[in-house]
């Protein structure tokens, strides 16, 4: 019975990292190795700190220091440099967004990422529904000859209270009628505007957090 349980869960696993890997896979970095790396630099923190502690071995609480120190000043750069060049940030996440748009229905996964993104931020494409021009589905030319042509998935349309059930063809023959119209039956806001606008109203959330975070891993060190 083990035998049988343990190789599932490998599949399991494996299926998961795969997933991962469609969903996140940018410029060619496979985000399965960013995982193994954080894994790997978690395990040695938590060695070094574990067993310094225990044998009070001076070089390895100074190894788990001065590690932790490290990463909070990296954490501390990367929010600076992320403020500062917004305009990359920003670009960065067209790209991610626009790369899985085009990849929507090959995959269960990208799907439910895509539309959560959307549903969460009542939002549609990076900048606006055209985007799903770029989906082979949902592409406005001539030659396509799918039924979701000039369309938008569901998790675009403005939800209606008086439904109890989610209809997953709302968005069918949207972008066929007057721009002017849109507003009426989808989300007209790209999910980049979405995601500024979110993100003043919410700073001290975000900067709450981080301080949060900040203040565990300095504690950390003197615990």
């Known amino acids: ?21 469609k969903v996140t896979r940018m410029h060619g970095i496979d985000p399965v190795v960013l995982v193994l790396m954080v894994g790997v630099v978690m395990f040695t923190l938590g060695f070094a700190g574990c067993v310094g502690a225990l044998r009070e071995n001076i070089c390895l609480l100074n190894f788990f220091c001065g590690t932790i120190v490290l990463i909070f000043f990296l954490e501390l750069a990367v929010a600076v440099l992320a403020f500062l060049f917004q305009d990359w940030v920003r670009d960065r996440f067209r790209e991610f967004f626009e790369s899985n748009i085009k990849s929507y ?26 985007d799903w021009d770029l989906n082979v589905y949902f592409n406005c030319s001539g030659a396509s000859y799918s039924r979701e042509k000039c369309g938008v998935p569901f998790s675009c349309c403005v939800p209606d209270p008086a439904q109890k059930v989610v209809n997953t063809q709302c968005g069918y023959d949207v972008r066929i009628q007057l721009k002017s119209k849109w507003d009426e039956s989808i989300f007209t806001k790209g999910c980049i505007q979405a995601l500024e606008s979110w993100l003043p109203r919410n700073i001290y959330i975000v900067a709450g957090v981080f301080i949060a975070i900040s203040l565990l891993q300095i504690f950390g060190i003197f615990l």
Do not use: H
């Open 1 to 21: 019975m083990e035998r049988k349980v343990l190789p599932c869960f490998l599949c399991l696993f494996q299926g998961v990292l795969s997933d991962l890997t």
């Open 105 to 130: 229905r090959d995959d269960i996964d990208l799907q439910n990422l895509i539309d959560s993104l959307q549903k969460a931020n009542q939002c549609c494409g990076a900048y606006g529904p055209e």
